[in-house]
């Protein structure tokens, strides 16, 4: 009687090739054989045809396995494992995030720092295989990582908190979930900086000053007499930063015209953001910011 062949989780297959498991899952993602369905991922036709099938855990529900026999698949086997990567392609595994948000995550977390050179990698950075690169054509400095660094837990936490995807950090057991899943740290409305914020938006605007390092209040008065409250103050520039919402209530509504009509009246800096600007914050605030002489 033939033995049926051993299957593996996403992850498990992962370690077999020896590659990074958030790299197999975007390759998988990237061949048509797997696709985003809300917090799970769904098996396609192409890899229901490679073997793909799913698998019930009480710990982690349904999840994909395939099978063992894979690892000598041509096109799983030609994915290269030792290419280095940077802020740029990490944008692979966290779409929403642009390259400079993920340099400043790296920075605050210890692993380079800006220069007016550019990006340079410190002793912690080294330590977890990062090398110091010159740009051929503007000689400005940055840094690359060994592909394996999208795995680890801390810099996968980070950047997740930033992106509105929602990954959970990897476990080391066969019987993994998928990655990108939904994460078991939810703060939506806490930024990094643990400021205890009212919206997305504002968390978005929170984390974006605090990674551009810039340092601000949540909830300033205003320099007036009644008690009128901007949502954010930077005091390099002394500008007043608001958030306006897609949907505001009509009393916050009314706070906000009046608070504008403060701003233009005392003439005080400041910088509105819409909820469409969410995703564009360092084309709107950081230009904003440079017209009252704050570079970030």
Not at 109 to 121: A, D, P
Not at 185 to 198: N, T
Not at 224 to 251: H, K, R, S
Not at 269 to 275: K, S, T, Y
Request: include cysteine.
């Amino acid at each position: 009687m033939e033995l049926e062949e051993s299957r593996l989780s996403t992850t498990a297959l992962a370690r077999k090739l020896n590659i990074p498991a958030q790299q197999l899952f975007a390759t998988l993602r990237d061949y048509g054989w797997i696709e985003r369905a809300g917090e799970s991922w769904l098996l396609t036709p192409k890899g229901e045809y490679e073997g793909g099938n799913y698998q019930q855990s009480r710990r982690y529900g349904r999840y994909i396995v395939w099978p063992e026999g894979l690892v000598h698949h041509p096109l799983l086997a030609a994915i290269e494992s030792n290419q280095r990567i940077n802020a740029a392609s990490m944008r692979r595994y966290y779409p929403r995030l642009h390259a400079r948000q993920i340099n400043r995550a790296l920075a605050e977390i210890g692993l380079q720092r800006h220069s007016i050179i550019g990006w340079e990698l410190t002793d912690r950075g080294r330590a977890l295989g990062g090398l110091q690169e010159e740009s051929d054509n503007s000689g400005a400095f940055y840094v690359t990582w060994p592909h394996e660094i999208i795995d680890n837990p801390v810099i996968h936490r980070e950047l997740t908190r930033q992106s509105d995807q929602s990954q959970p950090v990897v476990h080391a057991t066969d019987m993994e979930p998928d990655l990108f899943a939904t994460s078991a740290i939810d703060r939506p409305c806490v930024g990094i900086d643990g400021h205890m914020l009212g919206s997305e938006l504002e968390v978005k605007v929170c984390n974006w000053l605090y990674l551009a390092q810039l340092a601000h209040a949540f909830q300033r008065a205003l320099p007036t007499e009644e008690l009128v409250l901007a949502d954010f103050y930077v005091p390099e520039g002394n500008v007043y930063i608001d958030c306006w919402d897609a949907d505001i209530p009509a009393q916050a509504l009314a706070g906000k015209l009046h608070r504008r009509e403060l701003y233009r009246t005392l003439k005080l800096r400041h910088i509105e953001i819409n909820a469409a600007d969410a995703e564009r914050l360092d084309e709107v605030l950081g230009r904003g910011l440079l017209a009252f002489g704050i570079r970030c």
